[in-house]
């Protein structure tokens, strides 16, 4: 009898162990996913909030202000008063400095710096890469430095090298060989300042746009060269443009927006060469130093802020362009 009660016992144990194995049915294999999926998603958001936060506060936020504010009449201390599109109409029919001198400037320093400064990173990260690394990052830092330093570099060595007075760089130098009788004016004459002005912006456009341009030409799988030469490239400029452009699509693109959106937000350049917001007769006034003009000096927020809009609507139009021509096709 005993025998028999232990014999019960075991089988009673290895029932309960077998339907402890039993797989959990469907439904509640349902609900567990759904749980750790809604608890991914919590984390993914708490983690994800301080930037959605800071972008909102800080970018989405004030554009929605400036198109707002672009539709009144706001002088900073009363409150606004509706004009409608009267900004934008006065903007394009009636300021003459923006339609002859402002937009003029910002279109012909943007198309001169913003495709220049992209072509030269290009071609400095190309060469780059083909050097050992060791001699690379030193390169690349004194090439990427200007960027950083930039306001600083205008004012200790820009304005001292095109100073106005004989003991300029320039002027001293081209004074002392004869090749002019008095000192120039550099940085307030409507003739030189766009020029100094495109100058220093190409020599400290190798930015975050060179840098990206670098990585994505140090990650190319060297294999793909092999292949191509064996598949019949001949020379350095059909690997560039048969194996090299086309496998960093995406860092081309964005080095391309950054451009667009460097040279169109640039203002200060004219400000800190020649010393003045407006330079000189608007030689070298752009669509930043107008909004800067009417907004901080004038006081006038709402024309100022539709400027703005007006600026934001360019690169916006411009870097779709961009997109467009550059993006990869899958």
């Not at 936060?53 to 202000?65: D, E, G, H, K």
């Not at 002392?176 to 766009?194: D, P, R, T, V």
Request: proline share 5%.
């Amino acid at each position: 009898m005993r025998s028999d009660a232990i014999i019960e016992d075991f089988e009673k144990k290895e029932e309960i162990v077998e339907d402890e194995k039993k797989p959990e049915s469907p439904k509640e294999e349902k609900v567990d996913n759904r749980i750790g999926q809604t608890r991914s998603t919590i984390a993914t958001i708490v983690m994800l909030l301080p930037y959605l936060l800071s972008f909102f506060v800080f970018i989405v936020l004030p554009v929605v202000l400036a198109m707002i504010l672009s539709f009144t009449n706001f002088n900073s201390m009363t409150f606004p008063s509706f004009v409608g599109f009267s900004n934008y109409i006065n903007l394009f029919t009636t300021d003459n400095v923006f339609m002859q001198k402002i937009l003029p400037n910002t279109i012909l320093f943007a198309v001169i710096c913003g495709p220049v400064g992209y072509i030269l990173s290009f071609l400095l990260a190309w060469m780059l890469a083909q050097i050992p690394k060791g001699p690379r990052t030193i390169l690349a830092l004194a090439i990427y430095s200007p960027s950083l330093t930039a306001g600083v570099a205008m004012q200790v060595v820009w304005v001292a090298i095109f100073s106005g007075d004989a003991n300029g760089y320039l002027n001293a130098f081209l004074l002392n060989n004869g090749f002019i009788n008095e000192a120039i004016q550099w940085l307030q004459s409507e003739k030189y300042l766009m020029p100094i002005m495109i100058i220093v912006t190409i020599w400290g456009s190798m930015g975050i746009g060179f840098l990206a341009m670098l990585s994505g030409i140090l990650n190319i799988d060297s294999e793909l060269y092999e292949a191509a030469y064996i598949d019949g490239l001949r020379n350095r400029f059909q690997e560039i443009i048969y194996v090299t452009v086309p496998s960093m699509k995406p860092q081309l693109l964005f080095g391309a927006v950054m451009a667009v959106v460097s040279t169109f937000q640039a203002g200060s350049i004219g400000v800190q060469l020649s010393g003045s917001n407006p330079t000189p007769n608007y030689a070298g006034s752009l669509i930043v130093n107008h909004i800067e003009d009417y907004g901080y000096i004038r006081y006038e927020m709402g024309y100022a802020s539709a400027i703005s809009v007006v600026l934001l609507l360019f690169i916006y139009i411009i870097s779709k362009v961009v997109r467009k021509v550059l993006a990869s096709k899958d």
